[in-house]
């Protein structure tokens, strides 16, 4: 592998120091870019483009082409694991994901099983491979899954839900069934993450969407836990490097001390967060991404750099933050919004580090 | 007007002793209910049987002749005030709220009037008035209204929203035109809770739906101060009697030192809250209102109860609670798994306070 000439996001995140704060956007390959929608339509559906690690490689790159981003993420789904698991995730169009046979039958929950990465979930490992080799060096690959409970919630709603009825009435009644269902995704995410390090992902992150739909005492029972086992069974070292690892629970921002305390690098921030008072909350168990509103790339380019600066500001001097979205960006961002975002969390955080701000 | 029976839901929200926690669910009125339906049926549309006082105050009691509930609560619309304004308000079948002319333009939010409760919103008052002589002083009435901001989402958006783009971008490009709209509909909320009061309310309560939705630092900016517009400028009392009024923000937890300081009697809190810690982060600024996920009503009588006990053995003994749902009750409620919460709130408070839980 060749040496890696950007390391910012990396040291930023093991809290090292810096030149500038690092950036990169979750969902930064996507829909708002034209060139990624015209790979989409070489590749057929959304899970041909994603089971293709030659398309999913050239995906993954499109942003780093146009914006100076200091990670590459990988292009995946966050819902590979279940599909692995037999599931057969599929994506109707214009709605959310979906399970041709979710959990509904007390059977089906015992006879879950953990995949085998490099089997079913080989095209993924396919896809780290190639894309670190196409990267050559320029800026980390992060690895992904989505954590125990998101999955949980798709596997047994069948897709997206807006009260979560299903799952909240199985946690309610049938806790043993849902922490079995829990347990098996953490055993299989901790494998198919490690799999991603192996593969030549430099860090990992886990996107735990819908976490923040529970309440506080069922999400540390039912997600932050089994979020916790996956931590502790990460390979933490590749090739000698240390790997990164990144919690993020959106609508979690309450419970931030908790999630900073199971062994994390790094706590993802959504938006609601005042990232000041989270730097003072965390002190100096974690780092932390995050934590713009994709909606404020709305704004016009001058607003765009005023909000990126006062995010910059209120966490104020030092290492410690990877400047992100708190959550995916928007298919209809204007993608030059993009390059003014970036431009502004580069210049600021260079000139406020400087003094000079 | 007759003298009140129980007033044990005032009490708990002026912190002033009680014998038991009271108990009332927000949308007690609505459609789990067979009755309710039924009503619905003869009205016509669901506008219909809010502009019918006598069907509006029918509805009403329905959920109190079932469940033994502290608190009766107006049958009506957050957004009856935007309607006033001549938005249109509407119902499409199996969707959300819409408005039939959404503010688009710079000069439609010029345009916006406040409007005189007594005239286009009559048939609010005279359904306040109607349901006060029906209940007879057995509970008191709660009137209420959407809040600024969530009022604003809808009159800008123009019915639900998953993203609030546009609200989000006016917001960040045109703040002078949202504070135009957010001042407006201050003024307008004032007069109509008011006015409300004036016709029999014995509480009021303001919900913020959408103000979660907002940075931490949008959120003060953009509903929390508007909020305190109206607290400071409500009638606080009425025929020899104090009025307390609640503010919730759904959502808003991280924030909730800062509703407490607006001057409210009473911070609503949804199911993400640690109610425990909230009481120790509010003092004795104001009471509590909540905190049970309306989905914990899908689980069995006896998990309904425990889930009840834990909520009123976190906030620990003494005054100051009203138990609530974090949310509307969902329209798939069981409606016996109701008489099963109410029960377990008024037994279990009573035995802790009397020291024998």
């Given at each position: 592998m060749s040496k890696l000439k950007n390391d910012t996001f990396l040291r930023a995140l093991l809290r090292q120091p810096t030149e500038y704060t690092p950036i990169w956007l979750m969902?930064?390959?996507?829909?708002?870019l034209p060139e990624y929608c015209e790979t989409r339509r070489r590749a057929g559906s959304f899970m041909d483009l994603c089971r293709n690690p030659h398309l999913a490689c050239e995906v993954t790159l499109q942003p780093l082409a146009r914006f100076d981003l200091d990670a590459a993420i990988l292009f995946?789904?966050?819902?590979t694991v279940p599909d692995a698991m037999g599931l057969g995730l599929y994506f109707a169009e214009g709605e959310g994901p979906k399970f041709e046979r979710p959990l509904r039958e007390e059977w089906e929950i015992r006879n879950l099983t953990v995949p085998d990465p490099g089997a079913e979930l080989r095209y993924v490992l396919d896809a780290v491979s190639e894309i670190r080799r196409a990267l050559a060096g320029s800026v980390p690959l992060i690895g992904f899954s989505g954590s125990p409970f998101t999955l949980a919630c798709y596997m047994v709603e069948g897709g997206a839900s807006e009260d979560f009825r299903i799952i909240k009435t199985l946690l309610h009644d049938r806790p043993d069934l849902l922490h079995h269902v829990l347990a098996t995704n953490a055993s299989a995410v901790t494998a198919y993450l490690n799999a991603q390090i192996e593969a030549g992902a430099q860090a990992v992150m886990i996107f735990d969407?819908?976490?923040?739909?529970?309440s506080h005492r069922t999400y540390k029972e039912f997600s932050l836990a089994y979020m916790k086992r996956i931590v502790d069974g990460l390979r933490r070292e590749h090739d000698g490097a240390r790997i990164p690892c990144i919690v993020f629970t959106k609508g979690g921002g309450q419970w931030l001390e908790d999630i900073a305390a199971i062994g994390c690098d790094a706590a993802g921030l959504d938006w609601t967060v005042d990232i000041d008072a989270a730097r003072r909350r965390v002190g100096d168990k974690v780092a932390l991404q995050g934590n713009l509103d994709?909606?404020?790339?709305?704004?016009?380019p001058e607003k765009i750099a005023a909000e990126a600066r006062a995010i910059l500001d209120a966490y104020?001097?030092?290492?410690?933050h990877v400047f992100n979205l708190g959550h995916g960006i928007s298919q209809h961002t204007p993608p030059d919004h993009v390059t003014a975002l970036v431009t502004a969390v580069h210049e600021h955080s260079r000139k406020r580090d400087s003094g000079a701000a």
């Open positions: 969902r930064q390959a996507g829909r708002y995946s789904d966050i819902l969407t819908w976490g923040g739909v529970l994709p909606m404020a790339l709305f704004a016009s104020g001097p030092g290492s410690g």
